[in-house]
C-alpha cells in the first residue's frame, strides 16, 4: 500500500430531533469505531480521525474527507467506517 488514511465515526447517540422521532441509545458504535481504527493502524495506515457521537458533525466529517483528498494520491487508500 502507498499510503493509507482512515476516518472512523461511531454514533451512539443520534439528534432526535433530526430524525423527528425518538432514537434510542445505541451501545457498541464508539467501540466499532475504535477498533476500525485498530485495523487500520495494524495494516500500516499513517494517520486516522477519530468522529465519536457529538463530534461526529456533518461539517467534522466532510472537513476529515477534505481533508484526506487533499493528502491522497492516486495508489493511495481511504478507509472509512461508520458504524
Not at 472512523?8 to 477498533?35: M, R
Not at 481533508?67 to 491522497?72: D, F, G, P, V, Y
Amino acid at each position: 500500500m502507498n499510503r493509507g488514511i482512515s476516518i472512523h465515526i461511531g454514533l451512539n447517540y443520534l439528534d432526535s430531533e433530526h430524525y423527528g422521532n425518538e432514537v434510542s441509545p445505541l451501545d457498541t458504535c464508539e467501540q466499532d469505531a475504535k477498533d476500525m481504527q485498530s485495523i487500520a493502524i495494524a495494516q500500516n495506515f499513517k494517520s486516522s480521525y477519530m468522529l465519536l457521537s457529538e463530534n461526529a458533525t456533518r461539517e467534522a466529517v466532510k472537513s476529515a474527507i477534505a481533508t484526506a483528498s487533499e493528502e491522497l494520491s492516486s495508489g493511495d487508500m481511504l478507509f472509512l467506517t461508520y458504524s
